[in-house]
């Protein structure tokens, strides 16, 4: 137990050194989301997105992931950058005591290959995809959940696990 809550801080601290200063500016918002769900008009939208006061993916509500699991599916490129890190730093500190679908949905969230297709992952550098791959591989060996561990693995297949590696700059070399 000792050694999953170091993994567990070891990649919150990789996921804030990788994704700090990203910002939302005109992306879409968690409460805007659910608006784009019901198919509601532009000024309900708005309405909800003022509800998003966030300045800082760090400062984003656990009430807002808890309540909004289903978010991801509806942010742009721009609105995903900014929130899946709040998101998977939250499914890492709660996925043991939260039945909430956050988690399950925040590893579902990596459900394209990583390099094409997926217009939310168009904004992500290596980095950033690197953490991803470092967060679905800690899920893919949840024992408590053998869905969840399933889909992570599924994830890691289609294209994230090779995200794990480091990327060269140009012209280095093995040497």
């Known amino acids: 137990m000792a050694n999953e809550r170091t993994d567990c801080v070891q990649i919150i601290d990789e ?101 094409h297709k997926d217009k939310r992952y168009s904004l992500l550098n290596d980095l950033q995809r690197r953490v991803i791959c470092q967060f679905l591989t800690y899920f893919s060996g949840d024992e408590g959940d053998s869905d969840r561990a399933y889909w992570a693995a599924i994830a890691l297949r289609i294209g994230w696990g090779e995200c794990c590696t480091e990327t060269k700059a140009v012209g280095e070399t093995n040497d």
Request: proline letters at 4%.
């Open 15 to 115: 996921i804030e050194r990788a994704f700090d200063g990203v910002t939302r500016d005109d992306g879409v918002t968690l409460h805007e989301t659910w608006e784009i769900d019901r198919c509601s008009s532009d000024r309900m939208r708005a309405k909800a997105r003022r509800l998003d006061t966030d300045r800082r993916w760090q400062d984003v509500p656990d009430a807002d992931i808890e309540q909004l699991p289903y978010a991801l599916c509806f942010l742009d490129a721009e609105g995903f950058r900014y929130y899946i890190p709040a998101y998977m730093v939250w499914s890492l500190r709660h996925h043991q005591t939260n039945d909430s679908e956050a988690v399950d949905n925040t590893v579902s969230a990596f459900m394209s290959d990583p390099l």
